[in-house]
């Protein structure tokens, strides 16, 4: 751009007014910078500063402008537009993309970015390893990422990416990530992309293989909701999930599948003195009870025999679980916690519990509820 008859003051206010120029909503770290859900008035935020801008620029620079960013294009309505896809405009670098703009003004790669040096670094290295090696050099380039939450994230995202990679190597780099899961919680972006990744091998694999290796996953799994997620998704097929689950759900035994989740989960939780769910934080401890609960009617009644013994073994888990029921001041959640332990069950066991539990607020809440559903039933 420099090399046009134009001022450098294009340049450096198209650089320091970034948000007029990509598209913010393209990545999620930049979706702060949207100018809001009115397309209208975006676009006329955006004619106002081009027009501004532009003022004394030849027409020469105001068409090469246009033509690199979509959105300027849109507004000032005299161009040719075209809609940019976030997933191509990604792949390819382009200038209106967020996570690209800033390369186009540097020589050098912002330090929070996976450059394409490290990427083909890695590559390069995973590509030549066994199965064992592949997850050994994934979990090395984790751990060295793993203070740089974003980059780790642009990692991941990357290794997905990658094409032509062997079975062998998938698998490695499969049992990589569910060994790091626990780095994650299951509203991380990671944990999505890991989860897919997963589940489009899953359908790739030989059916005769699928359990075996479905269950060395397992067994060597940090994050016990990872997997359940797969399974949840792949049994469920709500109307918006990602055609990979609909392909796990055509290739695989399920039943199989869940079969032995439930096996891990039992031999983990329900035993003497078991990790306590309703001590993780919220999200993490109900994303693996209702993943736990839709695996069948086993993984259902080993669910509620795994909170009876936490409400035998200790009263005040009573307490912990109906904070999750009340757990959200604007969302009524009372009916979906339900699903995971009777709640004729769950008053009884309150009933019989000391004063100092059945006076707490959300323990009074529920009791106050129930009855009145049951009044009014």
């Not at 620079?61 to 405009?89: E, I, N």
């Not at 751990?143 to 062998?168: A, H, I, M, P, T």
């Not at 479905?214 to 049994?235: G, I, Y």
């Not at 989960?265 to 209702?290: E, H, I, Q």
Request: hydrophobic residues 40%; glycine residues 4%; proline residues 4%.
């Amino acid at each position: 751009m420099e090399t046009l008859p134009h001022r450098r003051r294009i340049y450096e206010t198209i650089y320091k007014n970034r948000e007029f120029f990509y598209d913010a909503g393209m990545a999620f770290e930049t979706w702060g910078q949207d100018f809001g859900i009115d397309k209208d008035k975006a676009r006329e935020k955006r004619k106002i500063f081009s027009d501004q801008l532009f003022r004394e620029s030849p027409e020469e620079v105001v068409q090469l402008v246009a033509s690199m960013f979509p959105l300027v294009s849109d507004a000032m309505r005299t161009y040719p537009y075209h809609f940019g896809v976030s997933g191509s405009a990604e792949k390819t670098k382009r200038i209106f993309h967020p996570r690209y703009f800033q390369q186009y003004f540097q020589f050098n790669v912002p330090p929070r970015l996976y450059s394409e040096r490290e990427l083909r670094e890695f590559s390069r290295r995973v590509r030549a390893a066994s199965e064992e090696e592949a997850v050994t050099v994934f979990k090395n380039e984790f751990s060295r990422l793993y203070d740089q939450e974003f980059k780790r994230f642009r990692f991941v995202q990357k290794v997905c990416e990658l094409e032509n990679l062997s079975e062998g190597v998938k698998r490695g780099i499969s049992r990589g990530m569910v060994q790091v899961a626990d780095a994650w919680s299951p509203d991380a972006f990671e944990y999505h992309l890991s989860e897919t990744f997963i589940t489009m091998l899953l359908s790739a694999i030989p059916k005769e293989d699928q359990s075996a290796f479905f269950e060395r996953l397992l067994r060597e799994s940090s994050l016990d909701t990872l997997l359940t997620d797969v399974l949840w998704k792949a049994t469920k097929l709500p109307a918006n999930i990602g055609q990979e689950f609909r392909e796990l759900a055509a290739a695989a035994d399920l039943a199989e599948l869940r079969r032995l989740a439930v096996s891990r989960l039992k031999a983990k939780y329900c035993v003497p003195s078991p990790p306590n769910m309703l001590d993780m934080n919220f999200l993490s401890g109900t994303r693996l009870a209702f993943g736990w609960r839709a695996l069948g009617v086993d993984g259902e009644r080993s669910l509620r025999d795994y909170f009876g013994q936490l409400f035998e073994a200790d009263p005040t888990n009573l307490l912990k679980y109906t904070k999750w029921i009340f757990h959200s001041a604007v969302i009524d959640e009372y009916l979906a916690f339900k699903d995971l332990f009777d709640y004729a069950d769950l008053r009884r066991r309150i009933a019989e519990a000391d004063e100092s539990v059945r006076s707490s607020p959300d323990v009074q809440n529920f009791i106050n509820r129930y009855e009145s559903v049951a009044e009014s039933g």
